[in-house]
C-alpha cells in the first residue's frame, strides 16, 4: 500500500488536469446511463399501448414523496403521450443521437487528458530517477549492471505510469457507474439486486488470487528484462572483442538462453493476465442469465414491480455493468504489475548517496598550499581493504608521480583526492580542511581528471573538449586541442569541431578520444590536475609532443600522475611506490632508479635490464 500511495503522488502536479478529466468521466456516466435510460419510454410508451400505460397524475417530480423511479417513469410518460407515436420517436431518436454525441466527445476528450497527464508523469518519474543516480555515489554503480539501471529507467516507470493512468482513467468512471446502476437496479427490484451483491464477494476472491500470481510474474519478468537488456549493452560495448576471439556463437546462444526464459516468464504472465478479463465477464454473464431466468419468470406471471420496458431497462443496466468490471479487473491486475516496478523502483530511489555535502560544508575557491592524507585506509563494500595507512603531504605546485604493479590501489588512491569515495579510516585535507567538510562542487572545480578510460560523450569534438565549462569561446577551445596536439586531425574530420564522434566517441580512434580528453582538462586549466594514464593511449611521436604540452599545463600546478611507462615520470617532484594498497617508497626517481626497492624492479622490467 506505500509503494502504491508514493506511486499515487505523482499525480499531485497535474491537479487541475485530473480535476478536469474527473468532470468528464462523471459527464460520462451521467451521459450513458441517460442513453440507455430511453429505451424505457421507446419500449413502454412508442412501441407499446399508450393506454395501457398509467402515468402519473403531474409532471412535478419530488423526491420527498412517493417512489421516485415511479415519478420519473410517470414523468417520462406524460412528455411522451404529449406527442404522437412518430413525433415521439423521431424525439427519443434525436435526443439519443445527442447524448451518444456528447457521452464520445467526452470520452474524446478523456483520452486526450490522459495522454497529456500519462506522458506528463513518465517524463518526471524518469527525471526523478536520472536526477537520484546522479547523487549517487560510485559505490552504487559498481554494484549494479548498467543494463539493469536502463530496464528501470525505460521499462519499469513506463509499467508504473501505466498503472496510475489505468487508475485514473477508472476510479472516477467505471466505480461511479458500476454505484449509479447498482442504485438503480436496487429501486427498480431490491431483491434481485440482493441476490447479486451476495454473490459479488465470490467474484472478488477469484479476482484477488490472480491478481497475486500476476504481481509474481511481473516481478520475474521485469528482472529477466533488465538481465537482457544488461547483456545487450556488454555485447556492442565489447563487439570487437567479441569478433576478435570468434565468440559471436557463444553470445548468440547466450543471448538466446536469457531471451527463451523471458519467453517462458511472459507467457505464463500473459496467461494469468488474460485469464481474469474474460473470466470475470463470463461471470457476469452467468449472473446475468439467472437474473433473466428469475426476472422473466415475474414478467410472465405479471407478478414483477417491473413493466417489461422496465424489466429490459434493468437488464441493459446489470449487461452495462460487465464492461466497467471487467475493466477494473485488468486495472487491478495493472496495478499490481505496476506495483512490483514500484517495489524495484523506489528501491533505487531510497538509497542514500554515501557522499554528501555536511550542512556546515565549506566553499573553497582556490587551493592554498597542500593535500595532506593522514592514516587513510579504504575497502570497497566486498573486498579487503585497497588502501593500507596512507600517509602523504603534497605541497602546491608538487608533481607526484604514482607508480605499482596493477592492483597495487593507484587509481582507488586518485580518486579519493576528487571525493568520488571517503577514506574509511583517516582523513583527507586540502589546506587544513577535511574533504568531508568541503562542497563536492567547490572541491572538483579545483580539480581537471583524465582518466585511464577515456569517456567521450555522443556530441560534437568542441562539445566534448568544453564539457564543464560554461560559455567558452571557440577560440579557447581551439588553444586547448593545440596543447594537446588534437587541433591538425580534428582540422582533418569531416566537419572539423562539428563532426559528431558517436557513442563513446567510436568514431575516433583511442589516441585521437585520449587527446580530446587531455585538451578537456588543459581548458578547464584547474590548480589541482589527476592524469590516469593520460598518455597510454598515444603513439611515440604524439606521446611526446603531448608529454611536452603537460609538462608545461603541470608547471605550477600540483599534480598527481599515474604512468606504467617511466620515461613519462622522469621530471616528477617525487615518486610514490605502491604496493597491495601501501605505500612503499618516495623519492626522487633518481635516487629510486639507483636504490633496492620495487620501483627499481619495475624500472628493470620495463627497460628490459
Partial sequence: MEVFIRILKYLK???????????????????????????????????????????????????TKGNLKDQLTGWLYQTMNQYSKHDALMYVCIIIAIGFLLKNLTAYLQMYLNAAIEQGILRDLRNDVQRHLHKLSL????????????????????????????????????????????????????????????????????????????????????????????????????????????????????FETHTERLYKIFVKLSRIRSISSPLSEYLGILLAAIVLWFGGQGIIAKTSPMTAGQFIFYLTILLSMLQPIKIITQVYN??????????????????????????????????????????????????????????????????????GPSGSGKSTFVDLIPRFYDPLEGSIKIDGIDLRNVTQDSLRDLMGIVTQETILFNDSVAANIGYGVKDVPHEKIIEAAKIANAHNFIE?????????????????????????????????????????????????????????????????????????????????????????????????????VSADGLFKKLYNLQFRL
Fill in 13 to 63: 502536479p497535474y491537479k487541475k488536469t485530473v480535476y478536469l478529466l474527473l468532470f468528464l468521466m462523471l459527464m460520462y456516466v451521467v451521459l450513458n446511463l441517460f442513453s440507455m435510460a430511453m429505451l424505457v419510454p421507446l419500449i413502454d410508451v412508442i412501441f407499446t399501448d399508450i393506454s395501457a400505460v398509467t402515468p402519473q397524475s403531474t409532471i412535478a417530480i419530488d423526491i
Fill in 334 to 403: 495493472s496495478v499490481r504489475e505496476g506495483t512490483a516496478a514500484g517495489e524495484r523502483l523506489f528501491g533505487i530511489l531510497d538509497i542514500n548517496p554515501r557522499i554528501v555535502d555536511s550542512h556546515d560544508a565549506t566553499v573553497i575557491k582556490e587551493f592554498k598550499h597542500s593535500i595532506v592524507f593522514d592514516n587513510a585506509s579504504f575497502k570497497y563494500d566486498t573486498s579487503d581493504l585497497v588502501l593500507k595507512n596512507i600517509n602523504l603531504q603534497v605541497s602546491k605546485s608538487e608533481i607526484i608521480a604514482i607508480v
Fill in 492 to 592: 582533418n574530420l569531416s566537419d572539423g569541431y562539428k563532426t559528431m564522434v558517436g557513442d563513446r566517441g567510436v568514431k575516433l580512434s583511442g589516441g585521437e578520444r585520449q587527446r580530446l580528453a587531455i585538451a578537456r582538462a588543459v581548458l578547464k586549466n584547474p590548480p589541482i590536475l589527476i592524469l590516469d594514464e593520460a598518455t597510454s593511449s598515444l603513439d611515440p611521436e604524439s606521446e611526446m609532443l603531448v608529454q611536452e604540452a603537460l609538462e608545461r599545463l603541470m608547471k605550477n600546478r600540483t599534480s598527481f600522475v599515474i604512468a606504467h611507462r617511466f620515461s613519462t615520470i622522469q621530471n616528477a617532484d617525487r615518486v610514490v611506490v605502491m604496493e597491495k594498497g601501501k605505500i612503499v617508497q618516495v623519492g626522487k626517481y633518481t635516487d629510486l
Fill in 139 to 254: 559505490h552504487f554503480f559498481m554494484a549494479r549492471r548498467k543494463g539493469h539501471l536502463i530496464s528501470m529507467v525505460m521499462n519499469d516507470v513506463r509499467l508504473i505510469t501505466e498503472s496510475i493512468m489505468a487508475i485514473l482513467s477508472t476510479v472516477f468512471r467505471d466505480p461511479p457507474t458500476i454505484f449509479v446502476s447498482v442504485t438503480i437496479l436496487l429501486i427498480f427490484n431490491w431483491k434481485l439486486t440482493m441476490i447479486i451483491l451476495l454473490v459479488t464477494p465470490i467474484f472478488g476472491f477469484i479476482i484477488g488470487r490472480i491478481g497475486n500470481k500476476l504481481k509474481k510474474y511481473s516481478l520475474r519478468y521485469q528482472e529477466k528484462l533488465a538481465e537482457i537488456t544488461a547483456l545487450m549493452d556488454e555485447t556492442i560495448s565489447g563487439v570487437r572483442v567479441i569478433k576478435a576471439f570468434k565468440m559471436e556463437k557463444h553470445e548468440i546462444e547466450k
